[in-house]
């Protein structure tokens, strides 16, 4: 469920405006004021020594799984500035250990992992006991499953063309049905749109109900916001597991805005819900949230 402090309840990453990596425990309520460094060498905190000024410089981030070494604690999964992809385990406490990363190995006809656009650690998505990861590569976008030990044994190409003006936001259960839906954000037109999921009838959800609209559980896609969601508006956005304790996964938004506010918004069974102003200043430049 994306917790890495043991409390039961999602935190989130993010990369900020130092190149560090930092921490944002969240309470129920979503707010994200306090912080953490997250991210050591042996002890030694990489935001406290210069040498490691440039470590996540242009890293995409994700967590939301027990990747390694399968100890029941949350994992981070990050594509770094050397194009590879890592996993790296989380230590409890909220922070990871940069010595322990595990290079990930993908099967070989998968996207380069130097050319992905986006990665999300979606949970187990295919009930196979195991964590999964969705990406984008350009206008592709990719499901990674069979996950042991640092290797992904499946790499299903879930849909080739409309994906390149698209950004995943969250999987997770929308209507109580136990099955994965897929949110996602249409980017030219600023707009939400929910993908209901279907059972694959061995307790997963089927791959194919989240690939195309046409097999989805609805046979189309549910309009979860109108309009306000562009890039000029929402700067970054973050789905994740249900952080209110309501059921039903929520979203942080970083606006575009002069200030740099943070809205903490409320997950809905077919629209979003409301949202509460969690930071009022001071991320203009965050450089990404996973």
Known sequence: MSDVTGDAKPDLFVIDQFDD??????????????????AHDEGAVLAEDDAYDNYWTGALITHNGDFLPGDG???????????????YPGDGYGSVDINRQTEIQLPADAPDPA????????????NDKRPDLFAIV????????????????RAVLQNDGPWLDRELVSLGDHNADDVVDLLYRSIPSGRLLLRYG??????????????????????????????????????????GPDVNLDGIP???????????TVRFYRGGKTAVGAYTTVVSSGWTEKGAVG
Request: hydrophobic share 40%; no cysteine; net charge negative.
């Open 198 to 239: 279907k059972s694959d009838g061995n307790g997963g959800t089927s791959l194919a109900s989240l690939a195309v609209s046409t097999s989805s559980l609805n046979g189309s896609d549910t309009e979860y916001a109108a309009s306000g969601w562009t890039t000029s508006s929402v700067r970054l956005l973050m789905g």
């Open 250 to 260: 929520d979203m942080w938004a970083v606006m575009n805005d002069d200030l740099g």
């Open 138 to 153: 350009g206008d592709q976008y990719w499901a990674f499953l069979g996950y042991t030990g640092g290797t992904f044994s």
């Open 21 to 38: 990596l930092r921490l944002y425990p969240a309470p129920s309520n979503g707010d994200i004021h306090a912080s953490l460094p997250a």
């Open 73 to 87: 604690i949350q994992d981070l999964v990050a594509r770094m500035p050397d194009g590879k992809l890592y996993v």
């Open 115 to 126: 050319d992905l656009d986006q990665i999300l650690a979606v949970g187990d998505v295919d």
